[in-house]
Nanobody
Framework: QVELVESGGGSVQSGGSLGLSCAVSGRPYGVNTMGWYRQAPGQQREMVALITSGKTTYYGESVKGRFSIARDDAEKTVHLQMNTLKPEDTAVYYC????????????????WGRGIQVTVSS
């Protein structure tokens, strides 16, 4: 079945950079919107960056100008480049993907990754 496979993340000093990647496994018919959410301890989950099948991008206000999202439809992957990281970026990051399972499907189905820790120290 479909699964989101996440990679990247880790620990970095304030001002550094990290990358996150997420691949849609299995054989879906297509992938609609993909991206990343994050959740810090004691806080609600928030949208970080999304990219549609038409490559329209959306960014959370706190990451605009620092993060960049891109997708590779041939590999069914999405990559998030995180630059000028701040301690407040510390969170568990979750891959999000709206997947079209079959050509007969008129709507996609949402899948979530298991989450990857990103830690930024001051």
């Amino acid at each position: 079945q479909v699964e989101l496979v996440e990679s990247g993340g880790g620990s970095v000093q304030s001002g550094g950079s990290l990358g996150l990647s997420c691949a849609v496994s299995g054989r879906p018919y297509g992938v609609n919107t993909m991206g990343w959410y994050r959740q810090a301890p004691g806080q609600q989950r928030e949208m970080v960056a999304l990219i549609t099948s038409g490559k329209t991008t959306y960014y959370g206000e706190s990451v605009k100008g620092r993060f960049s999202i891109a997708r590779d439809d041939a590999e069914k992957t999405v990559h998030l480049q995180m630059n000028t990281l701040k301690p407040e970026d510390t969170a568990v990051y979750y891959c999000y993907s709206d997947v079209r399972l079959e050509w007969r499907s008129s709507q996609g189905q949402v899948y979530w990754g298991r989450g990857i820790q990103v830690t930024v120290s001051s």
